[in-house]
């Protein structure tokens, strides 16, 4: 069975504590994963796409990585603002532009 | 415009009552969807068109009817709600097949069901 999980569930770091998010993967036919960050009551901000194991991506204070059965989310010396919802999101082959989420990681910072 | 616009933001309504919700996007996306999403949970699929027609329906109650009358607007039409069904729902679209830029949400319809 396709299978997306987040850990942990909650994170609380102090400001400039940088941390890894995880999220690991049993699916067939991987085409791609996407990281979102969602903040209380709206939706989902797109992050990332990562397509093949070894793909590196950096945005700010934020890196994701790709293995073939996970991908790291790590936040580098985080600020309060970096508080929110992390996602992710597989998208596979025959599954007709659908996405699957882990349950997510709720990360918390503070000053 | 890179948005995905959803109307109204809340939306209170009676077990009787029938409303929309809205979503908008002028991106030239050819896939839209519907998601539900309890709190502290991740979204769950209800919807998926392609190309303005339905091709997933993950066997969604028939009291939650989606619409798309364009390739720009999708309606979810809602009618005999239960509490339950109280959550945030989110419109999302995207390219023809999945590319750098992912999925693009809107910002959400937070429903109560009273």
């Known amino acids: 069975e396709d299978q997306v999980t987040q850990s942990p569930e909650a994170l609380r770091l102090q400001e400039g504590e940088s941390s890894s998010l995880n999220c690991s993967y049993t699916?067939?036919?991987?085409?791609?994963l996407f990281w979102y960050r969602q903040d209380p009551g709206k939706g989902p901000e797109f992050l990332f796409t990562?397509?093949?194991a070894g793909e590196e991506k950096e945005k700010e204070r934020l890196k994701a990585t790709l293995t073939k059965k996970e991908s790291f989310l790590h936040i580098t010396a985080p600020k309060p603002e970096d508080s929110a919802t992390y996602l992710c999101?597989?998208?596979?082959?025959?599954?007709?532009?659908?996405?699957?989420f882990g349950g997510g990681t709720r990360v918390l910072v503070k000053p | 415009d890179t948005e995905v616009t959803q109307t109204p933001k809340h939306l209170v309504m009676g077990m009787t009552n029938k409303k929309s919700l809205k979503c908008e996007q002028h991106?030239?996306?050819?896939?839209m969807y519907w998601y539900k999403q309890k709190a502290k949970k991740p979204p769950e699929l209800m919807f998926v068109?392609?190309?303005?027609?339905?091709?997933i329906n993950e066997s969604v109650p028939s009291r939650f009817s989606p619409e798309c009358p364009n390739s720009s607007l999708l309606n979810l039409h809602l009618h005999a709600l239960q509490p339950e069904d109280s959550a945030l729902y989110l419109c999302?679209?995207?390219?023809?097949?999945?590319?750098?830029?992912?999925?693009?949400f809107g910002s959400g319809t937070r429903l109560t069901v009273v």
């Open positions: 999302a679209s995207s390219q023809d097949l999945a590319g750098n830029y992912g999925y693009t």
């Open positions: 699916v067939s036919g991987l085409r791609g």
């Open positions: 990562l397509y093949s």
């Open positions: 999101a597989v998208y596979m082959k025959g599954a007709g532009n659908k996405l699957t």
């Open positions: 991106m030239g996306h050819r896939a």
């Open positions: 068109y392609s190309y303005e027609k339905l091709s």
